[in-house]
């Protein structure tokens, strides 16, 4: 990941669709607080006009590409149908300064 500076951080933001079970469980965890904080907020805003498109894949297929192009990434699942990949760059090579003695 040559876009990212030594020891920056990428995250990215995507969605996956329930395909199991389990998926349908935890997601519908998210609903009740979904529902109060849209109701806090008065209602549901947003941009009129933003383009919308459902997600093309489901949460195991959205861990194992973010795993598998981002090696070492923390995903995480989060509330309704959002995850969060984070990656850490590694820190840039220190260069090895040796100082030969005097003569």
Same mark, same amino acid.
């Given at each position: 990941m040559?876009?990212? %500076?030594?020891g920056g951080r990428l995250v990215i933001v995507g969605m996956a669709y329930n395909k199991t079970a389990l998926d349908?469980?935890?997601?519908?965890?998210?609903v009740p607080p979904s529902l109060l904080i849209r109701w806090l907020r008065g209602g549901k805003r947003g #941009? %009129?006009?933003m383009?919308?498109?459902?997600? %093309?894949m489901h949460w195991g297929e959205a861990r194992r590409a973010a795993r598998?192009?981002?090696p070492g990434c923390r995903?995480?699942?989060r509330l309704l149908w959002r995850y969060t990949p %984070?990656?850490?760059a590694p820190d840039a090579?220190? #260069?090895?300064v040796r100082q030969e003695g005097g003569p």
């Open positions: 040559r876009l990212v %500076a030594p349908w469980v935890i997601s519908g965890c998210g #941009p %009129a006009g383009p919308v498109q459902d997600s %093309a598998g192009l981002l995903f995480r699942r %984070a990656w850490d090579p220190t #260069p090895d």
